[in-house]
């Protein structure tokens, strides 16, 4: 049998990770990691305000860049021999588009401002309006945030797009439409960028723009305009359809196969979020909550119909048919903060190392800026190894996690995180242990949340970063949960998803489950709850719903 491969592309936060993967055997033959240039550099975003805006010439030069510099890495005729592509993004990271689909930062008058750019997932300038959306919801014959949890979050595409519309003039004169980055992408390398034609990912529009059959599509013009007359006509420049990852948004225009050396019979597929299809990626089977865990987590959890029935699943981030897998009930969650509060962390005990110690005169330049990075690379590992020698009850500290607001369960994003229990006696390590175990205890909430709503979970799997790079973090968690969490074999469990996912809409494979099971690289650990430590952890649980509940209520 002729050889097949599939390109797998996962757009995360800080970069776009492609994997070339042999269709037929699952063996991974390139791989690519290509930092966002604009990005790295600060560009565009205001963390003191929570804005984080990326530009689409990242995106694009990502692309192109991860593709080469992977297929360089395998045998000669790999690139003749690719029937597939297919992309992951973060998500909602929408944008406003012009009547051609154009993304408006790409047109030279907007090249430079941040509203015409993509609006990060973790972008929380909206929450007013959230709250505006949320509050109209509850008053509408319909509750078009039913499917989203109930809340609707100022992560999520309606409400950044009107908070962009209300602040910039001048984008809003041009904005004909918008979309979403995992769905321009496809669009972008097919040709297909209207934005009334555009193959509209069914995850995106599920899950974040309070798309559901139940309402023929979109909510109405008329509780749009309600929220707010800016939003009139939009509705109708968007979509009543959305469509599952297994569908072929197109294949490969001549344009976009000469500029990635493939072929125009590459087939394109639909996207979606990347922690969707890193459950996929991660051999994700009914109720078992794949988390991808990372700056922040997503979890995702797949039910049968026949398990969900009518059952809406209160405050979690969507419950969308075919959102992970076709024919199945998707069910997302997540922390807005995860492996960030780690580095805020770090970041405030490393102010006068790079302030202080980086400014120094007592030595030269490149000196000091080898000692900066020394210190901060250092930083993290040397805080677990001490961390670890503490037991759960030793800190007498217990912290809440929400540093970037909450996502689930209830989003608020305006909620602040709570460290308690301080005395002259709370060390760096102990401060850091109980940062981890708030990390775990908000693991807890969301597992707790969806047993409370009547959602089985099995089992757990660990995908992500911090998931192969801290077994501290996976213990711990493992003895909060009191229940084992596998961790995925794959580095690039969403790349490798979004991989089978472009050998199902290439035709290799008739369903996306069947790609799984030829494509698939199992697991390579497992964290076992340490009975003892579970049962200390049930205690320090309980003062952490408290402390949690005070918190909020101020």
């Known amino acids: 049998m002729a050889k097949k491969y599939c390109i797998g592309l996962d757009y995360g936060s800080d970069s776009v990770r492609s994997v070339i993967i042999d269709a037929q055997t699952g063996e991974?033959?390139?791989?690519?990691?290509?930092?966002?240039?604009?990005?790295?550099?600060?560009?565009?975003?205001?963390?003191?305000?929570?804005?984080?805006?990326?530009?689409?010439?990242?995106y694009i030069e990502g692309m192109e860049a991860a593709i080469k510099d992977a297929l360089a890495q395998c045998p000669a005729g790999t690139a003749a021999q690719v029937a597939g592509i297919a992309f992951d993004t973060t998500g909602s990271t929408p944008v406003f588009t012009d009547e051609q689909g154009t993304p408006l930062a790409l047109l030279p008058e907007f090249a430079e401002n941040p509203n015409a750019m993509f609006v990060l997932w973790k972008d929380h300038t909206a929450v007013q309006e959230a709250a505006e959306i949320n509050e109209l919801a509850r008053k509408w014959a319909i509750d078009y945030t039913a499917?989203?949890?109930?809340?609707?979050?100022?992560?999520?595409?309606?409400?950044?797009?009107?908070?962009?519309?209300?602040?910039?003039?001048?984008?809003?004169?041009?904005?004909?439409?918008?979309?979403?980055?995992?769905?321009?992408?496809?669009?972008?390398?097919?040709?297909?960028?209207r934005p009334e034609t555009l193959f509209r990912s069914r995850c995106a529009a599920g899950h974040k723009a309070m798309w559901h059959p139940k309402w023929d599509g979109l909510p109405s013009e008329e509780f749009l305009t309600t929220l707010d007359p800016l939003l009139k006509g939009f509705r109708s420049r968007l979509f009543q359809d959305t469509f599952t990852s297994d569908f072929k948004a197109g294949y490969l225009t001549e344009e976009w196969a000469a500029r990635l050396g493939l072929s125009t019979s590459v087939a394109v597929a639909v996207g979606a979020f990347d922690c969707h299809m890193g459950a996929v990626g991660a051999e994700v089977t009914p109720n078992i909550l794949v988390r991808v865990i990372g700056t922040s987590t997503c979890d995702i959890l797949v039910a049968d119909h026949q398990q969900i029935g009518d059952k809406l699943v209160r405050?979690?981030?969507?419950?969308?048919?075919?959102?992970?897998?076709?024919?199945?009930?998707?069910?997302?969650?997540?922390?807005?903060?995860?492996?960030?509060?780690?580095?805020?962390?770090?970041?405030?005990?490393?102010?006068?190392?790079?302030?202080?110690?980086?400014?120094?005169?007592?030595?030269d330049t490149a000196t000091r800026k080898k000692l900066v990075d020394e210190v901060l690379d250092k930083m993290i590992p040397a805080l677990t190894a001490e961390a670890e020698k503490l037991s759960a009850e030793d800190t007498g500290l217990v912290a809440t996690d929400w540093m970037n607001g909450r996502r689930t369960p209830d989003a608020n994003q305006l909620l602040t995180g709570t460290i308690t229990g301080l005395n002259l006696g709370s060390s760096a390590p102990a401060l850091f242990r109980a940062l981890v175990e708030a990390t775990a205890f908000g693991s807890k909430a969301i597992v707790d949340r969806f047993a409370s709503e009547g959602v089985r979970i099995d089992g757990i799997i660990g995908i992500g970063g911090i998931s192969k790079k801290s077994p501290f973090v996976m213990q711990v968690m493992a003895d909060v949960l009191n229940m084992p969490i596998k961790v995925a074999r794959s580095e690039q469990a969403c790349a490798f998803g979004a991989s089978m996912f472009a050998a199902t809409a290439a035709g290799i494979y008739p369903r996306v489950e069947e790609a799984q099971k030829a494509m698939g690289q199992g697991f390579e650990a497992a964290f076992y709850p340490n009975p003892e430590q579970a049962k200390k952890y049930q205690a320090l649980y309980q003062k952490y719903t408290s402390i949690g509940a005070f918190t909020e209520r101020l």
């Not at 600060?42 to 990326?54: E, V």
């Not at 950044?160 to 209300?166: D, F, Q, T």
């Open 28 to 58: 991974q033959i390139g791989t690519s990691v290509f930092e966002y240039p604009r990005w790295k550099a600060g560009k565009y975003c205001d963390p003191a305000r929570n804005q984080y805006r990326q530009h689409p010439l990242d």
């Open 147 to 193: 499917y989203e949890g109930g809340i609707y979050s100022s992560e999520w595409v309606w409400a950044k797009a009107l908070h962009v519309l209300r602040q910039d003039s001048a984008v809003r004169a041009r904005a004909y439409s918008w979309v979403e980055h995992c769905d321009w992408l496809p669009a972008l390398i097919t040709g297909n960028t």
């Open 315 to 363: 405050g979690i981030c969507g419950q969308v048919d075919g959102s992970v897998i076709p024919g199945l009930m998707g069910l997302e969650a997540g922390q807005s903060a995860f492996g960030d509060v780690y580095a805020w962390f770090r970041n405030v005990l490393a102010w006068p190392v790079v302030n202080i110690l980086g400014q120094s005169l007592k030595t």
